[in-house]
C-alpha cells in the first residue's frame, strides 16, 4: 500500500499527488463581458496537475459554465444556504449549484464571517449541506490582526476546525487559509509565515486522521499576486490560492496560474 511508508516520506508523496488548485473569486465584480473576456483567453491554459476554477456573482454562474464547457474550467459559487431548500428568500441551495455545474462552492470567506455575522457552526453545517449535494466546500478559515497580534493563531484556527470535524463529510472539503489581515489590504504574509499556518492545520487535521489530512488540498489566500505566487506555492502545505482582486485580471490570472502549474510540475519530481 502506498501510505505504509515512513510519515516523511508519506508527506513527499502526498504533495506529489495532490494537485495544485487556483480558485478566481470574483465577490461582486465582474460582468457578462468579463465572463466572455475570461473564458475566450484561458480557453487552452488548464494543464494536468493543476486546476482552475472561476466563482463570479451568483448572476453569471449559469453564462460561466455555459462558455466553460470542454475547456477544463470549472465554476464555483461564492456561496450556499445550509438548507437545501425552504422560504429563504435571497439563498440558494448546493442542489441548486449542482445543477448548474458548480462541483464547488466557497463557505465561510471572511466576508461573510464580518457583514453577514456567520459562526463555526453555520459554516460548518454550509460546508455538510455543499458534500450532501455532491460539491466540494472550499472551507476559509483564518485569524484577524488583533487576533495574530495577541498570539491566538492556533486558537483560532483550532475553534475554527474543531466545527468542520465535527461533520461527517469533513474529509471532502478543501480548506483555505485566509488571514483576515491580508485581504484587500495589499499586505502578504510571507511564504514562511503562510506554510507555518498550512503546517498547523496539516497536523492539527492529522489528530483525526492522518491519512485524510496528508491528502487534503490547502489553499492561500491573502493578496495573492502574480509575482508572489510561485514563492507561496512552492511551500510544502500550500496547494494553490483563493485569488481575489488578482483574479478580475485576465494576464494576472494567468501568470498565478502558470505559477500553480510550475509548482505541481516541481512536485512531481518527488517522486
Known sequence: MLWNTAPHNRQKLAIARRNKLVVANWKMHGSLALCRETISQLNHIVQPGADLIISPPAPYLSELGRLAQQTGIHCCGQD????????????????????????HAIVGHSERRQHHREDNLLI??????????????IVCIG??????????????????LDALLATPGWRQAIIAYEPVWAIGTGKVATPAIAQAAHQFIREYLAKTDADAADEMMLLYGGSVKADNATALFAMPDIDGGLIGSASLEVHSLVRIYQAASFTSRAAAQLT
Open 80 to 103: 450556499v444556504a445550509a438548507q437545501q431548500n425552504g422560504a429563504r428568500t435571497g439563498e440558494w441551495s448546493a442542489t441548486m449549484l449542482a445543477e448548474l455545474g458548480c462541483h
Open 143 to 160: 485569524e484577524t490582526l488583533d487576533e495574530r497580534n495577541a498570539g491566538q493563531l492556533e486558537q483560532i484556527l483550532g475553534q475554527q
Open 124 to 137: 460548518a453545517a454550509k460546508a455538510q449541506a455543499c458534500i450532501d449535494a455532491g460539491i466540494t466546500p
